[in-house]
């Protein structure tokens, strides 16, 4: 995804991954929707020669003493067991790897997950990143914190997001702040969408519209539209007022297909997907309890509504218990109206499941095309964020 309008920003970040210094990692601030995530994506796919660890805090888990902390070293997990005695039991009894009762020492997580970190960084140069630190548990929070403070002669970059007003142990651990505030429309269009804010759509179609109404050439209207023989208005044939035109004379089908890894098996994705209990709007961050509703459902199918009051969706899955396959069809939503849907696929990748997502979208009305000509550019990213948390990627 190209980003435009951050180019201060993204010169630092360049200069904290290839040329750290004495910083040991940057701390994003700013507003819902603001870029923050648009701007990490952008960074990580410029650090080709690190490798990237990351997590977030969801709101479904701020609650879980070392969720965050779990998915950031998860991918380590070969190495726990070379872990000194007391650093390896305090996190294994942090992660529920053994039966030891009572909370772990915090210091000693600490160290352990330094000790994990420092490793594996003796054999590629890392950069930690955490998205959302005000939603992280605190535990996670607090040993992200003493990470930071104890990496200055480590080959290890830590970068991560706070919501503006949000309190995080990160604030005082010697990261570099830096506050992004916003945009003009354009820019922002693409900065906010990556940010998964519920209204995302809204702002992106608004910002569009601005765009278009800003750059469309004024004057005399036959100047402008072009000259026809009958005196009626050609359609343009160049800027962004051809744009619209075609977006609102195209009826093409959208599909967009983006995949995870997920630490769960086939078998839990699937019963994550399938579960229709009344924790599924605290489970995934796109879904809230005003607008959960389960119509009907058997053994093998579900209709539900289920979203937000920015962005709704009626529709109906299917899946086989047996399977690793849950296919979703759209009846409604606010946004696209009926048709199109989804295809969730889960697949053994080694230690991790591969999850496949397949959206399709087929637009009716100009704002829908608006929004469908936008989710190649925008939605992978913006999904990825959303499905982290439930179906546990790494």
């Known amino acids: 995804m190209s980003l435009f309008g951050r180019d201060t920003e ?41 490798r ?3 997590t977030a805090g969801t709101e479904a888990e ?60 003796a054999e590629q140069a890392l950069l930690v990143v955490a998205e959302d630190v005000h939603w992280l548990d605190s535990a996670s929070a607090e040993v992200l914190a003493f990470l930071a403070r104890r990496i200055h002669t480590e080959p290890i970059t830590v970068l991560a997001t706070v919501r503006d007003g949000a309190t995080t142990p990160l604030a005082a651990a010697g990261l570099t702040p830096m506050r992004l505030t916003a945009l003009s429309a354009a820019p922002a269009t693409l900065c906010a969408a990556g940010s998964g804010a519920r209204d995302a759509h809204e702002v992106r179609h608004h910002s569009v519209i601005r765009r278009i109404r ?108 047996a399977g690793t396959t849950v296919t979703i069809r759209t009846l409604d939503s606010k946004l696209f109206g009926a048709g199109g849907g989804w295809i969730f696929r889960a697949v053994p990748a080694g230690a991790v499941s591969r999850v496949e997502v397949e959206l ?19 939605g992978p990213s913006s999904l990825r964020k959303s499905f982290a948390g439930p179906l546990r990627a790494v």
């Open 10 to 50: 993204r010169k630092e970040l360049d200069a904290l991954l290839f040329d750290p210094r004495d910083r040991t990692g940057v701390l994003i601030e700013g507003e819902p929707g603001i870029g923050k995530s648009a701007l990490v994506e952008e960074t990580i796919a410029a650090a080709a020669s690190v």
């Open 214 to 321: 800003r750059t469309t050439p004024r004057g005399n209207a036959r100047q402008v539209a072009g000259n026809r023989r009958d005196g009626t208005a050609a359609p343009p044939t160049t800027g962004p007022a051809r744009s619209l035109h075609q977006i609102s004379r195209s009826s093409t089908v959208t599909t967009i297909r983006f995949h995870l890894q997920s630490a769960l098996s086939p078998a839990e994705v699937l019963g994550v997907l399938t579960d229709f209990g009344p924790t599924r709007p605290a489970a995934w961050p796109t879904i809230d309890t005003e607008h959960f509703t389960v119509h009907d459902r058997g053994e093998t199918w579900a209709e539900v509504t289920e979203g937000t009051a920015a962005a709704w969706e009626r529709a109906r899955y299917e899946w086989d218990p």
């Open 360 to 378: 399709t979208r087929t637009p009716r009305t100009l704002k829908s095309r608006i929004l469908a000509a936008l989710l190649p550019l925008v």
């Open 52 to 54: 990237v660890l990351r």
């Open 62 to 121: 701020r609650h879980f003493g070392y969720a965050g902390l779990h998915r950031l070293l998860y991918p380590l997990r070969a190495a726990f067991a070379g872990l000194p005695t007391r650093q390896y039991d305090a996190l294994a009894c942090a992660f529920g790897l053994s039966d030891a009762e009572g909370e772990p020492s915090v210091h000693l997580v600490g160290l352990a997950a330094l000790t994990l970190l420092s490793d594996a960084a």
